[in-house]
């Protein structure tokens, strides 16, 4: 018994291993094309540090980043006319023309990648502002988990189960089975757990600032039997333009009058109904710091949409909600 025990935990350990060498770490400069990455910042990180992300087969069609970092705050800058919008300009993390910075706790988002183009690669890039005699800026921290997501070959739709697909990637017999984590197209978040929470860009438990000029979808997965994406808003700071707490709603967020993006921050949720008043609403706007329930039978692709124009109004610190897929 003593030697079955022995040999099982010198097994594991070996297993431990082969996992731990399976995951690269590039440092800044460098370039990869493991499935599995991690990418923590240097003690002492130059002004800019970009990795490079090759594909580690012909059949990634996305990669999944999922990070926590520490970065500077947006800055409040004004345009010709005068307006205020926030931007990432001093420390900001750049990816597939998407530009973030803040304070992110296990974010994620979904590049497309396709590496059918022996050519390809996406580019991960961060900006530090120069902190030589800089006041107020962070110590810049982050760390990020890189997945290459693989389709099996000839899948124009991806596959949404966990059955697995054989196939075989440069001449090697394989199982891709990573089609519960590769999302629909087009979607710059997805989350296939049946239930979760989702918070805007820079959130910061509230304190923060969500970008101008965002427009992405956010998507859950869709089983055979899904009937419904319930959403409980706990805390909602979006387009804020009255001193109220209150949940307005479709012309009170986006005027379908208006031939400009003005006036147009909105969480868009089709075809949804509030669970107290029964209301029907399609676009999401305004302050609350209270428990909002709504629902969504929308029979096509299971998401929601965010969109921030040009314009910062005090208090965007953006959205916060628990989600149930049934």
Known sequence: ?????ASTLLLLVAVSATQAAS???PTCGGSTSSKNINLVNPTNPPRECEYHIKAYSKYVCQIRIDWEMNLAQPTL???ASGLTYAECTKDYFVVNGLKL?????WQHIYVPFNATDGDSVVDLLIGLADRAGATGLPVPSWDMTVTQLECPAGASVRSLDLEEEEAVIEGRSTTIKDGYYVAPPGC???FPPSKGTVKSFNYNNGNGIYPSHMNYAICFRRQTGTK?????????NVGDVVSASTMMTDENCYSSDSTNDLDADFLMVPQATFEDSHKHATYFCGSIKKDVVISSNN??????????DDIYRQNEAGF????VVS
Do not use: H, W
Not at 320 to 323: E, Q
């Open 228 to 236: 419904l994406l319930t959403i409980r808003a706990y805390d909602f």
């Open 299 to 308: 029979p096509g692709p299971l998401m929601v949409l965010f969109n921030s």
């Open 101 to 105: 910075c803040g304070t992110e706790v």
């Open 1 to 5: 018994m003593k030697n079955c025990i």
């Open 77 to 79: 800058e004004s345009d």
């Open 188 to 190: 710059l978040q997805y």
């Open 320 to 323: 916060a909600f628990t989600y």
């Open 23 to 25: 995951v690269a770490t």
